[in-house]
């Protein structure tokens, strides 16, 4: 599919200033306040393209030069089971995943393909480059299979307890080398290990938060669901490990205002994280801008009791100008919390309400949609986006015989950097 590059500019929140994309560039040049850059789009009021486009439907607010094949967009619909038994009048459901009646079948069954599908149309073909990607679990699923497909070169970071994550219906090209972080470790040794990778010359982050292709990607949740109301939600609800698609939607919502066609508002975002591993909801509580201090022994056996690993970031972009604390702040938000048994019963009543299975994330995420109701958090005729980042697979896994994608090569949770260059070298 042939599409004209996205007009934009380059907007530091940190300073004000304005400035061209000289390719792919994840900070201000030459500013060193932590702050995040946003992407200012020529085109203010978005033509949403017909379903076809996948997730280039939203191109105008993407910062692409290029279309991917295989993409689907999130799509809406307003909720009539899970409504009823929570007894709201206006609670839409904004969902990502594999659910071929609702027109949607992401083949890894996670909103991570909006990042991914963002991210690899930014990227220039002829840098010569290979990606880096560090992740829990379902962004490296969804960087593996737009990466296989579109033939761009893709190094993987993944904690070993999470490969059971990297499953496929069909083979991975060899352009993507998967490696892993030895048992034991977490996010934030993947995380570790691809800087590392990007020490050398030939490998290029792929940024996480502060590439504003990936928000933009995830943002695109939020556009679906002001496209289909026609207008922008009350309350935003959503399970955060990094955070980032919060800060999209928030993004997103600004975006939609300047638009003038969905309203003035500003929806509350009501992010939850997974118990016992909360950093966000502690800092937040604590009115701080900074992350608390925690021991990272004892944060990694915390990680290991979360039914939802994937909300397991131990260094969120919460602080930084533009990041969640300043999303959360400017839309009056709130962190809250749900353990795994809450998590667990809430998946299941959303399979039982509204007919598909979902993430543990997501369960975490409507958890605290019925906490919120239950405490009167929300009214209940208010306009409620449930973002449903994940879905289908436990449907998609029956439809489906799985191959998993093994890693070239376990490293130490400290590696020695000489040996990690060396090894990485010779995958490529």
């Given at each position: ?11 530091s929140?940190?300073s ?67 409504a ?50 560090a992740s829990?679990?379902n962004?490296?699923r ?24 990297m ?9 993507v080398?998967?490696?892993?972080s ?7 040794d ?6 590392l ?26 556009l679906?669901?002001?496209?289909f ?9 959503q ?29 509350k ?15 937040w ?5 900074q ?16 039914a ?5 970031n ?24 749900a353990?795994?048994k ?18 543990p994330?997501?369960g975490?995420?409507?958890?605290s949609?019925?906490q ?29 015989e ?16 000489e ?9 490529f």
């Amino acid at each position: 599919m042939q599409i004209t590059p996205t007009k934009y500019k380059l907007l530091s929140l940190a300073s004000g200033k304005q400035f061209d994309d000289t390719g792919w560039l994840l900070e201000a040049p030459g500013e060193t306040t932590p702050g995040l850059i946003r992407a200012i789009y020529t085109q203010k009021q978005i033509d949403v393209k017909s379903l076809d486009h996948g997730l280039y439907r939203f191109a105008d607010w993407l910062p692409i030069q290029k279309a991917l094949k295989g993409s689907y967009a999130p799509i809406t619909y307003k909720s009539e089971g899970l409504a009823q038994h929570l007894g709201l009048s206006n609670l839409y459901i904004t969902f990502s995943g594999y659910w071929p009646e609702k027109g949607i079948e992401m083949p890894t069954c996670s909103f991570k393909e909006t990042e991914s599908y963002s991210v690899c149309g930014r990227k220039d073909d002829h840098d010569g480059k290979v990606l880096v990607v560090a992740s829990a679990g379902n962004t490296a699923r969804a960087f593996a299979r737009v990466c296989s497909d579109n033939n761009i070169p893709l190094l993987l970071c993944v904690p070993e307890d999470n490969l059971n994550a990297m499953w496929f219906d069909k083979p991975i090209n060899d352009n993507v080398k998967l490696v892993a972080s030895k048992s034991g470790g977490d996010y934030f040794d993947a995380i570790h290990l691809s800087n590392l990778a990007v020490q050398m010359e030939m490998f290029v982050a792929e940024g996480g938060a502060k590439n504003v292709a990936r928000r933009d990607g995830m943002g695109t949740t939020t556009l679906s669901a002001a496209h289909f109301i026609g207008e922008i939600p009350e309350y935003y609800f959503q399970a955060v490990g990094s955070g980032t698609g919060a800060v999209a939607a928030w993004e997103a919502n600004l975006r939609l205002i300047e638009d003038g066609r969905f309203g003035t508002r500003k929806m509350k975002l009501m992010v939850s994280q997974n118990k016992p591993f909360h950093p966000i909801y502690d800092a937040w509580k604590a009115g701080s801008r900074q992350m608390l201090d925690f021991d990272d022994a004892e944060a990694r056996k915390q990680v290991e009791e979360m039914a939802a690993k994937v909300l397991s970031n131990r260094r969120p972009p919460y602080p930084p100008i533009g990041g969640l604390f300043d999303a959360l702040t400017d839309t009056d938000g709130d962190v809250l919390l749900a353990g795994n048994k809450e998590a667990a019963d809430a998946a299941a009543l959303f399979e039982e309400t509204e007919g598909i299975d979902i993430h543990p994330a997501a369960g975490v995420a409507t958890a605290s949609l019925i906490q919120a109701v239950n405490e009167n958090m929300v009214e209940k005729d208010a306009i409620i986006m449930l973002n449903i980042t994940g879905g289908g697979e436990a449907r998609f896994a029956r439809e489906n015989e799985l191959i998993y994608l093994k890693p070239e090569i376990i490293f130490d949770l400290d590696p020695d950097v000489e040996v990690v260059h060396q090894r990485l070298k010779e995958l490529f």
